[in-house]
Antibody, heavy 123, light 107 residues
Framework: QVQLVQSGAEVKKPGASVILSCQAS????????IHWVRQAPGQRPEWMGW????????KYSQKFQGRVTITRDTSATTAYMEMSSLRSEDTAVYYC????????????????WGRGTLVTVSS | DIEMTQSPSSLSASVGDRVTITCRAS??????LNWFQQKPGKAPKLLIY???SLHSGVPSRFSGSGFGTDFTLTISSLQPEDCATYYC?????????FGQGTKVEIK
């Protein structure tokens, strides 16, 4: 079954760090990029960054540069997103999503999503 | 960053109605525009990519159009299961950005 399985909910105190995982199954992990998108309650989704699962190259939104690190373990077919210096505004559902390429690679879309991981930051 | 603005923010329509949602980009994004449907407590679901291409498995009552800065998502005949929030998203350049969403309800 083609799916992305995300780790469970986290509760963290301000200033702490969190590592979320996203395990892929049912498809060739290294054939697709994985993106991380978060969504605060009642807000629009917000793109955080992505990783090329084949070579490990990453790109981050400037907003999260220096605070977010995305990695992957090809043997475990898992991507990880670590966020440090958590604050209350980071409370959100964090999704991983697979990037599909269409029309010979000209276009991309998030065609497969995990169920999301709720991260709550509270003192 | 490219700002994406949707209108309306919400709408209420009857089953069988034609529904249109618009999305405007703050600069030209050619056809690098996706549409997603999101139901409460669920992840977004890809409906349309490249502004007008229907993603596999998506009902044909959904269609997209537009180029440059102005785009539309149309539901030709609204069904009860279409109650959801719809987001546009540009894939022209990073940071990838989403519109603020349009909540569609059944009257």
């Amino acid at each position: 079954q083609v799916q992305l399985v995300q780790s469970g909910a986290e509760v963290k105190k301000p200033g702490a760090s969190v590592i979320l995982s996203c395990q892929a199954s049912g498809y060739m992990f290294t054939g697709y990029a994985i993106h991380w998108v978060r969504q605060a309650p009642g807000q629009r989704p917000e793109w955080m960054g992505w990783i090329n699962a084949a070579n490990g190259n990453t790109k981050y939104s400037q907003k999260f540069q220096g605070r977010v690190t995305i990695t992957r373990d090809t043997s475990a077919t898992t991507a990880y997103m670590e966020m440090s210096s958590l604050r209350s505004e980071d409370t959100a559902v964090y999704y991983c999503a697979r990037e599909e390429r269409f029309s010979s690679g000209w276009y991309q879309g998030f065609d497969l999503w995990g169920r999301g991981t709720l991260v709550t930051v509270s003192s | 960053d490219i700002e994406m603005t949707q209108s309306p923010s919400s709408l209420s329509a009857s089953v069988g109605d034609r529904v249109t949602i618009t999305c405007r980009a703050s600069q030209s994004i050619n056809s690098y525009l996706n549409w997603f449907q999101q139901k409460p407590g669920k992840a977004p679901k890809l409906l349309i990519y490249a502004a007008s291409s229907l993603h596999s498995g998506v009902p044909s009552r959904f269609s997209g159009s537009g180029f440059g800065t102005d785009f539309t998502l149309t539901i030709s005949s609204l069904q009860p299961e279409d109650c959801a929030t719809y987001y546009c998203q540009q894939s022209d350049s990073t940071p990838l950005t989403f519109g603020q969403g349009t909540k569609v309800e059944i009257k």
